[in-house]
């Protein structure tokens, strides 16, 4: 079976433009969460669907930030216009219910010059 | 605010020596999980635990629970090579946040030398 698909794997891209990145879930999961990992700070939950539905966002850092999960297997994270700190490792996992094991992608290296 | 302490955080040893990695909190968790992680990859689940003082075992490596649900300890015997990697444990619904809501610990980069 598929795991979670997360594209692009790299991006590289300069101060103030928009990033796109998507995330496909492993099929039947209710469950989506999107993290952002760094050195500093470690891994950090940013926002998680259930359903389709934005159940926690307090973690989004701003509103340069916004997520989206117009349908069950398909999920988007934006940043416009993007900043040098938001440089990090973003992954998204997905989950059958909230106490089940998550399931990650293999993340995206998102690099802001 | 770092609801997880995980400690420590890099541990470099021989191949076939023991290690524990501990993780601590002043929250109750209704579960904790702990998580390895190799370069260029997501974190993959080793366990879950869910009672107060539960012990599971995993080949060499044994994970338990403190009583009170607050703590956490991965103890490796007879490391190898293969065990090199972040090893993360993850703590879900502290503190009364959303249920499903993961609170990562800060990682523990493990390298065990042949």
């Known amino acids: 079976d598929a795991g979670v698909i997360q594209s692009p794997r790299h991006e590289v891209t300069e101060m103030g433009q928009e990033v796109t990145l998507r995330c496909k879930p492993i099929s039947g999961h209710d469950y989506l969460f999107w993290y952002r990992q760094t050195m500093m700070r470690g891994l950090e939950l940013l926002i998680y669907f259930n359903n389709n539905v934005p159940i926690d966002d307090s973690g989004m850092p701003e509103d340069r930030f916004s997520a989206k999960m117009p349908n069950a297997s398909f999920s988007t994270l934006k940043i416009q216009p993007s900043e040098p700190r938001d440089s990090a490792v973003y992954f998204c996992?997905?989950?059958?219910?909230?106490?089940?094991?998550?399931?990650f992608g293999d993340g995206t290296r998102l690099s802001i010059l | 605010t770092q609801l997880l302490e995980q400690s420590p955080q890099f541990l470099s040893i021989q191949e076939g020596e023991n290690l524990t990695v501990y993780c601590n909190s002043s929250s109750v968790f209704s579960s904790l999980q702990w998580y390895r992680q190799e370069p260029g990859e997501g974190p993959v689940l080793l366990v879950t635990v869910v009672t107060g003082g539960e012990v599971k075992k995993l080949k060499r490596l044994t994970f338990q629970f403190g009583d009170a649900r607050k703590d956490s300890s991965l103890h490796i015997t007879a490391a190898q090579p293969g065990d090199t990697g972040l090893y993360l444990c993850?703590?879900?619904?502290?503190?009364?946040?959303?249920?499903?809501?993961?609170?990562f610990g800060q990682g523990t980069i493990l390298t065990v030398h042949p």
């Open positions: 993850a703590g879900n619904g502290a503190g009364g946040t959303s249920y499903g809501k993961l609170t």
């Open positions: 996992a997905s989950s059958f219910l909230p106490n089940q094991p998550q399931h």
